[in-house]
């Protein structure tokens, strides 16, 4: 039974980002879930060296995906056409952990299809290869196939990946 998720994704760099966070985590309540939310917890004041601080958090959300019955991710397009690193390498932490993932992302289309439609700076003159002639991933999945393959993928928002996961939980009995 899934009671607490994890909110992966890269709400935690919005301006808005602990209301955001708290948008989410209500958002969890209506639908029977607790969210863990990344920027619940604080880095302590005395730790002054960033790299302190970026293994303070590492190993904080590492906690927290642990405390999680499973993942909810934000898996859109972040900085460019490829979800945000941090968030992928947290779904397949949970994977590998043996976590249900679920994400969610804005639109249908296939990977490749998305890219054309959201980035088309990254498409070469052929309308085939991306800018420096690398082919795109076609298998028809809307993200990468490490992401596709696991994780069931909501078109719609986290309201969306939410009422999927419960009517599944509900469903299961």
């Known amino acids: 039974m899934i009671r607490t998720l994890y909110l ?18 209500q958002d969890c309540a209506a639908f029977g879930f607790e969210g863990l ?23 904080a959300n590492i906690g927290l995906i642990e405390r999680a019955d499973a993942v909810l991710a934000n ?14 390498f947290e779904v397949g932490y949970a994977v590998a952990k043996g976590k249900p993932v679920y994400g969610y992302i804005p639109e249908h289309g296939s990977f490749a299809e998305r890219i054309r439609l959201r980035h088309p700076e990254a498409i070469g003159p052929d309308g085939v290869l991306d800018t420096r002639g690398w082919t795109f991933e076609e298998f ?30 509900d469903a299961r009995g």
């Open 140 to 169: 028809g999945l809307p993200l990468n196939l490490m992401l596709s393959v696991p994780a069931p993928l909501v078109v719609g928002d986290a309201r969306a990946a939410l009422a999927r996961l419960r009517r599944e939980q």
């Open 37 to 59: 939310f990344p920027l619940d917890q604080d880095v302590p004041p005395h730790l002054r060296d960033p790299a302190a601080q970026a293994a303070w958090i590492y190993h």
């Open 75 to 88: 898996l859109d397009f972040f900085r460019g056409p490829e979800p945000d690193s941090g968030t992928c």
């Open 8 to 25: 992966a994704g890269p709400d935690v760099f919005r301006p808005d980002a602990a209301a955001r966070g708290r948008a989410l985590k």
